[in-house]
Protein backbone atom coordinates (compact mmCIF):
# COMPACT_ATOMS: atom_id res chain seq x y z
CA UNK A 1 0.00 0.00 0.00
CA UNK A 2 1.63 3.32 -0.78
CA UNK A 3 2.03 6.33 1.75
CA UNK A 4 -1.33 7.72 0.39
CA UNK A 5 -3.18 5.52 0.22
CA UNK A 6 -2.70 4.44 3.84
CA UNK A 7 -2.62 8.14 5.13
CA UNK A 8 -5.95 7.81 3.30
CA UNK A 9 -7.31 5.04 5.28
CA UNK A 10 -6.03 6.33 8.68
CA UNK A 11 -7.95 9.68 8.20
CA UNK A 12 -11.05 8.25 6.72
CA UNK A 13 -13.54 6.48 9.41
CA UNK A 14 -15.91 5.00 7.69
CA UNK A 15 -16.25 3.66 3.91
CA UNK A 16 -16.37 6.09 0.59
CA UNK A 17 -20.32 6.80 -0.79
CA UNK A 18 -19.01 4.75 -3.78
CA UNK A 19 -17.93 1.67 -1.84
CA UNK A 20 -21.52 2.32 0.53
CA UNK A 21 -23.80 2.34 -2.94
CA UNK A 22 -22.09 -0.59 -4.92
CA UNK A 23 -22.35 -3.09 -1.42
CA UNK A 24 -26.53 -1.86 -0.98
CA UNK A 25 -26.56 -2.02 -4.49
CA UNK A 26 -25.45 -5.51 -4.86
CA UNK A 27 -26.64 -6.94 -1.66
CA UNK A 28 -30.03 -6.23 -2.61
CA UNK A 29 -30.65 -8.53 -5.44
CA UNK A 30 -28.12 -11.13 -4.05
CA UNK A 31 -30.27 -11.12 -1.60
CA UNK A 32 -33.31 -11.35 -3.73
CA UNK A 33 -31.65 -13.86 -6.55
CA UNK A 34 -31.13 -16.51 -3.26
CA UNK A 35 -34.37 -16.09 -1.73
CA UNK A 36 -36.30 -16.32 -4.89
CA UNK A 37 -34.39 -19.00 -7.16
CA UNK A 38 -36.05 -21.77 -6.99
CA UNK A 39 -39.47 -19.50 -7.78
CA UNK A 40 -37.44 -16.97 -10.78
CA UNK A 41 -35.95 -20.63 -12.41
CA UNK A 42 -38.40 -23.48 -11.25
CA UNK A 43 -41.28 -22.30 -14.04
CA UNK A 44 -40.19 -24.26 -17.11
CA UNK A 45 -42.15 -21.90 -19.58
CA UNK A 46 -42.08 -18.23 -18.35
CA UNK A 47 -39.55 -16.13 -19.97
CA UNK A 48 -39.61 -12.79 -17.99
CA UNK A 49 -38.53 -14.33 -14.40
CA UNK A 50 -35.27 -16.61 -15.45
CA UNK A 51 -34.31 -13.32 -17.84
CA UNK A 52 -34.95 -11.20 -14.94
CA UNK A 53 -32.54 -13.95 -12.44
CA UNK A 54 -30.19 -14.43 -15.06
CA UNK A 55 -30.07 -10.49 -16.19
CA UNK A 56 -29.04 -9.50 -12.48
CA UNK A 57 -27.03 -12.52 -12.07
CA UNK A 58 -24.63 -11.55 -14.83
CA UNK A 59 -24.94 -7.84 -14.19
CA UNK A 60 -23.38 -8.56 -10.09
CA UNK A 61 -20.04 -9.72 -11.60
CA UNK A 62 -19.76 -6.85 -14.21
CA UNK A 63 -21.10 -4.68 -10.96
CA UNK A 64 -17.84 -6.49 -8.84
CA UNK A 65 -15.28 -5.81 -11.16
CA UNK A 66 -15.86 -1.58 -10.62
CA UNK A 67 -16.50 -2.91 -6.84
CA UNK A 68 -13.04 -4.61 -6.80
CA UNK A 69 -11.48 -1.48 -8.43
CA UNK A 70 -12.71 1.04 -6.37
CA UNK A 71 -11.34 -0.90 -3.11
CA UNK A 72 -7.82 -1.31 -4.62
CA UNK A 73 -8.05 2.55 -5.30
CA UNK A 74 -9.84 3.33 -1.82
CA UNK A 75 -9.05 1.11 0.91
CA UNK A 76 -11.19 -0.04 3.49
CA UNK A 77 -11.21 1.59 6.72
CA UNK A 78 -9.12 -0.55 9.46
CA UNK A 79 -11.68 -2.83 11.61
CA UNK A 80 -12.72 -1.57 14.76
CA UNK A 81 -12.26 -5.16 16.04
CA UNK A 82 -10.05 -5.50 19.10
CA UNK A 83 -9.57 -9.29 18.70
CA UNK A 84 -6.67 -10.48 15.96
CA UNK A 85 -8.91 -13.27 15.57
CA UNK A 86 -12.26 -12.22 15.37
CA UNK A 87 -10.33 -9.26 12.95
CA UNK A 88 -8.88 -12.37 11.02
CA UNK A 89 -12.38 -14.47 10.80
CA UNK A 90 -14.37 -10.98 9.23
CA UNK A 91 -11.20 -10.58 6.41
CA UNK A 92 -11.57 -14.32 5.55
CA UNK A 93 -15.65 -14.12 5.85
CA UNK A 94 -15.42 -10.60 3.14
CA UNK A 95 -13.07 -12.73 1.10
CA UNK A 96 -15.32 -15.46 0.75
CA UNK A 97 -17.79 -13.33 0.00
CA UNK A 98 -16.27 -11.39 -2.95
CA UNK A 99 -15.34 -14.83 -4.05
CA UNK A 100 -18.86 -16.26 -4.06
CA UNK A 101 -19.90 -13.06 -6.05
CA UNK A 102 -18.12 -14.43 -9.25
CA UNK A 103 -18.75 -17.95 -8.22
CA UNK A 104 -22.42 -18.33 -7.77
CA UNK A 105 -23.15 -16.55 -11.09
CA UNK A 106 -20.72 -18.01 -12.85
CA UNK A 107 -22.34 -21.84 -11.74
CA UNK A 108 -25.40 -20.21 -12.97
CA UNK A 109 -24.27 -19.54 -16.27
CA UNK A 110 -22.90 -23.09 -16.56
CA UNK A 111 -26.53 -24.54 -15.35
CA UNK A 112 -27.85 -22.39 -17.61
CA UNK A 113 -25.33 -24.26 -20.00
CA UNK A 114 -26.30 -27.67 -19.14
CA UNK A 115 -30.09 -26.71 -18.94
CA UNK A 116 -29.56 -25.84 -22.59
CA UNK A 117 -27.21 -28.27 -23.64
CA UNK A 118 -29.20 -31.32 -21.63
CA UNK A 119 -32.64 -30.02 -22.56
CA UNK A 120 -32.93 -30.53 -18.62
CA UNK A 121 -36.38 -28.43 -18.78
CA UNK A 122 -36.05 -25.38 -20.95
CA UNK A 123 -35.49 -22.33 -18.81
CA UNK A 124 -35.40 -19.30 -21.57
CA UNK A 125 -33.26 -16.56 -20.55
CA UNK A 126 -31.43 -13.69 -22.02
CA UNK A 127 -29.33 -11.00 -20.32
CA UNK A 128 -31.86 -7.62 -20.54
CA UNK A 129 -32.57 -9.15 -24.17
CA UNK A 130 -29.17 -10.58 -25.44
CA UNK A 131 -28.73 -14.00 -26.31
CA UNK A 132 -26.56 -15.52 -23.29
CA UNK A 133 -23.85 -17.31 -24.73
CA UNK A 134 -23.10 -21.26 -24.02
CA UNK A 135 -20.02 -22.09 -21.82
CA UNK A 136 -17.60 -25.34 -22.26
CA UNK A 137 -19.56 -27.66 -19.50
CA UNK A 138 -17.35 -30.60 -19.06
CA UNK A 139 -20.36 -32.75 -18.03
CA UNK A 140 -21.03 -31.55 -14.93
CA UNK A 141 -24.18 -31.38 -12.92
CA UNK A 142 -23.46 -27.26 -12.46
CA UNK A 143 -27.52 -27.07 -10.97
CA UNK A 144 -26.87 -28.70 -8.23
CA UNK A 145 -23.06 -27.12 -7.47
CA UNK A 146 -25.28 -23.75 -8.40
CA UNK A 147 -28.13 -24.54 -6.09
CA UNK A 148 -25.86 -25.76 -2.81
CA UNK A 149 -23.59 -23.49 -3.41
CA UNK A 150 -26.24 -20.67 -3.19
CA UNK A 151 -27.16 -22.72 -0.06
CA UNK A 152 -24.05 -22.30 1.40
CA UNK A 153 -23.55 -18.37 0.52
CA UNK A 154 -26.85 -17.85 1.93
CA UNK A 155 -25.37 -19.36 5.40
CA UNK A 156 -22.32 -16.76 4.91
CA UNK A 157 -24.53 -13.83 4.57
CA UNK A 158 -26.63 -15.30 7.72
CA UNK A 159 -22.91 -14.85 10.07
CA UNK A 160 -22.38 -11.49 8.36
CA UNK A 161 -25.65 -10.24 8.86
CA UNK A 162 -25.09 -11.45 12.50
CA UNK A 163 -21.76 -9.80 12.94
CA UNK A 164 -22.80 -6.96 11.80
CA UNK A 165 -26.11 -6.52 14.41
CA UNK A 166 -23.77 -8.16 17.41
CA UNK A 167 -21.41 -5.10 16.32
CA UNK A 168 -24.23 -2.70 16.38
CA UNK A 169 -26.62 -4.08 19.35
CA UNK A 170 -23.88 -5.83 21.63
CA UNK A 171 -20.44 -3.92 21.16
CA UNK A 172 -22.27 -0.57 20.31
CA UNK A 173 -19.63 0.63 17.70
CA UNK A 174 -19.71 2.32 14.45
CA UNK A 175 -19.20 -1.09 12.43
CA UNK A 176 -22.68 -0.97 10.88
CA UNK A 177 -23.02 2.86 10.67
CA UNK A 178 -19.79 3.32 8.67
CA UNK A 179 -21.53 1.41 5.81
CA UNK A 180 -25.05 2.54 6.08
CA UNK A 181 -25.67 5.99 3.64
CA UNK A 182 -26.45 8.11 6.89
CA UNK A 183 -25.99 8.57 10.61
CA UNK A 184 -24.43 9.83 13.31
CA UNK A 185 -20.83 8.64 14.12
CA UNK A 186 -18.91 8.79 17.11
C1 LIG B 1 -25.56 -13.69 -7.65
C2 LIG B 1 -26.05 -14.44 -8.61
C3 LIG B 1 -27.00 -15.59 -8.48
C4 LIG B 1 -27.61 -16.13 -7.37
C5 LIG B 1 -27.48 -15.67 -5.92
C6 LIG B 1 -28.42 -17.26 -7.82
C7 LIG B 1 -29.20 -18.06 -7.00
C8 LIG B 1 -29.98 -19.12 -7.43
C9 LIG B 1 -30.82 -19.93 -6.57
C10 LIG B 1 -30.99 -19.75 -5.05
C11 LIG B 1 -31.42 -20.88 -7.35
C12 LIG B 1 -32.45 -21.93 -6.93
C13 LIG B 1 -31.84 -23.11 -6.30
C14 LIG B 1 -32.86 -24.14 -5.86
O1 LIG B 1 -33.74 -24.46 -6.65
O2 LIG B 1 -32.74 -24.57 -4.72
C15 LIG B 1 -30.95 -20.70 -8.71
C16 LIG B 1 -31.30 -21.49 -9.77
C17 LIG B 1 -30.82 -21.31 -11.06
N1 LIG B 1 -30.03 -20.26 -11.50
FE1 LIG B 1 -29.18 -18.83 -10.36
N2 LIG B 1 -28.29 -17.39 -9.19
C18 LIG B 1 -27.43 -16.40 -9.63
C19 LIG B 1 -27.04 -16.17 -10.93
C20 LIG B 1 -27.43 -16.92 -12.03
C21 LIG B 1 -27.05 -16.67 -13.40
C22 LIG B 1 -26.14 -15.52 -13.85
C23 LIG B 1 -27.63 -17.63 -14.18
C24 LIG B 1 -27.58 -17.86 -15.67
C25 LIG B 1 -26.93 -17.13 -16.55
C26 LIG B 1 -28.38 -18.51 -13.28
C27 LIG B 1 -29.08 -19.64 -13.69
C28 LIG B 1 -29.80 -20.46 -12.85
C29 LIG B 1 -30.44 -21.69 -13.30
C30 LIG B 1 -30.43 -22.29 -14.73
C31 LIG B 1 -31.08 -22.22 -12.17
C32 LIG B 1 -31.90 -23.53 -12.10
C33 LIG B 1 -30.96 -24.64 -11.64
C34 LIG B 1 -31.70 -25.97 -11.49
O3 LIG B 1 -31.91 -26.62 -12.49
O4 LIG B 1 -32.06 -26.35 -10.37
N3 LIG B 1 -28.24 -18.04 -11.98
N4 LIG B 1 -30.08 -19.60 -8.72
C1 LIG C 1 -28.61 -7.06 5.53
C2 LIG C 1 -27.51 -7.48 4.94
C3 LIG C 1 -26.12 -6.96 5.18
C4 LIG C 1 -25.59 -6.21 6.21
C5 LIG C 1 -26.31 -5.67 7.46
C6 LIG C 1 -24.18 -5.99 5.91
C7 LIG C 1 -23.31 -5.25 6.67
C8 LIG C 1 -21.99 -5.01 6.38
C9 LIG C 1 -21.09 -4.19 7.17
C10 LIG C 1 -21.47 -3.48 8.45
C11 LIG C 1 -19.87 -4.21 6.58
C12 LIG C 1 -18.59 -3.50 7.07
C13 LIG C 1 -17.76 -4.48 7.86
C14 LIG C 1 -16.50 -3.86 8.44
O1 LIG C 1 -16.40 -2.64 8.56
O2 LIG C 1 -15.59 -4.64 8.80
C15 LIG C 1 -19.97 -5.05 5.40
C16 LIG C 1 -18.93 -5.33 4.55
C17 LIG C 1 -19.02 -6.20 3.49
N1 LIG C 1 -20.16 -6.82 3.03
FE1 LIG C 1 -22.02 -6.73 3.87
N2 LIG C 1 -23.88 -6.64 4.74
C18 LIG C 1 -25.02 -7.23 4.25
C19 LIG C 1 -25.15 -7.98 3.12
C20 LIG C 1 -24.10 -8.35 2.30
C21 LIG C 1 -24.22 -9.21 1.14
C22 LIG C 1 -25.50 -9.86 0.63
C23 LIG C 1 -22.96 -9.33 0.61
C24 LIG C 1 -22.50 -10.11 -0.61
C25 LIG C 1 -22.78 -11.32 -0.89
C26 LIG C 1 -22.05 -8.53 1.42
C27 LIG C 1 -20.69 -8.39 1.21
C28 LIG C 1 -19.83 -7.62 1.95
C29 LIG C 1 -18.41 -7.51 1.71
C30 LIG C 1 -17.61 -8.23 0.63
C31 LIG C 1 -17.90 -6.62 2.67
C32 LIG C 1 -16.43 -6.21 2.85
C33 LIG C 1 -16.18 -4.82 2.37
C34 LIG C 1 -14.68 -4.53 2.36
O3 LIG C 1 -14.02 -4.89 1.37
O4 LIG C 1 -14.17 -3.99 3.34
N3 LIG C 1 -22.78 -7.95 2.44
N4 LIG C 1 -21.26 -5.52 5.30
Same mark, same amino acid.
Given at each position: ? %???? &???? &????????? *??? &??? #? +?????? %? @????????????????????? *?? @?????????????????????? *?????????????????? +?????????? #????????????????????????????? #???? %?? =??? +??? =?? %?????????????????????????????? +? &???????
Amino acid at each position: M %GTDT &LVQK &LKSPRYTKT *AIA &LHW #L +MAVPIL %G @LLLFGQQTMGSHNAHFLPTVH *AS @LGLLIVLMLGFRLYWRWKNPSP *APLEASYWKKRAARLAHI +MLYAAMVLIP #LTGWLAFTEHVRRSLGARPASWFGFKIPL #LPDF %GM =NWH +MVH =NW %GGKLVLVLIGLHVAAALKHHFIDRDDTLKR +M &LPSGNFH
